[in-house]
């Protein structure tokens, strides 16, 4: 049971969260005409929501659609610096922790 502890807590959660939400937002169908809303604001039947359409706007500028992603949310562009310079640091401290690779 140790061993099992001990393997979860060396296993990189956050890591595999942000790449499945990068490949998430890749996979996304920006022109369904409903989608599946976690966002508090949206449940609770709130018009405006600061970070509604994000992650379809990062969807736009990953397939080139630069206008687009821009019209939808301006902070597209610094949503993928700020996940990719997550990611990589992460990916770094595993390396130095856990001397893998």
Known sequence: MKEITRMLRQFPLELVFWIGSIILILLLDVNADSHLSLCPLDQLDFDWCPGCGLGRSMNLLARGEIQA????????????????????????NLKTTHYYG
């Open 69 to 92: 992603s821009w019209s939808m949310h301006p902070l597209a562009m610094l949503a993928y610096v700020v996940i990719f310079s997550r990611i990589w640091q992460l990916i770094k």
